[in-house]
């Protein structure tokens, strides 16, 4: 079991940056991919970013290649969003998400694959 606590939403101008965390309980977060999430408002949960159990492999939803960035600390158990040139349009309840996995180099980016969520942050991006 693993419980995902997310932090660092708030309220930005457009253009501005925020780092979203995902603090993980247990002594296993290496054994997890960790996905980030989001959810807008009238709008589905979509898959933004990935990152493998090794941080050796990344993957990234069109709408935020080469702004955003997914990183890791396994010895903090913390998994990391930066998020830079925020649009309006990134306006959203963000949640990180955890899937276990024996390989070490895999990502998935389908919400499906995720057993543990956390409880969401909300991000504000102001035109």
């Known amino acids: 079991q693993v419980q995902l606590v997310e932090s660092g939403g708030g309220l930005v101008q457009a253009g501005g940056s925020l780092r979203l965390s995902c603090a993980s309980s247990?002594?296993?977060?290496?054994?997890?991919?960790m996905g980030w999430f989001r959810q807008g408002p009238g709008k589905e949960r979509e898959f933004i970013a990935v990152i493998s159990r090794s941080g050796g492999s990344t993957y990234y939803a069109d709408s935020v290649k080469g702004r955003f960035t997914i990183s890791r600390d396994n010895a903090k158990n913390t998994v990391y969003l930066q998020m830079n040139s925020l649009k309006p349009e990134d306006t959203a309840v963000y949640y990180c998400?955890?899937?276990?996995?024996?390989?070490?180099?895999?990502?998935?980016?389908?919400?499906?694959?995720?057993?543990?969520w956390g409880q969401g942050t909300q991000v504000t991006v102001s035109s």
């Open positions: 247990g002594r296993t977060f290496s054994m997890y991919a």
């Open positions: 998400a955890a899937k276990p996995t024996l390989d070490r180099g895999n990502v998935y980016y389908g919400r499906d694959d995720y057993g543990y």
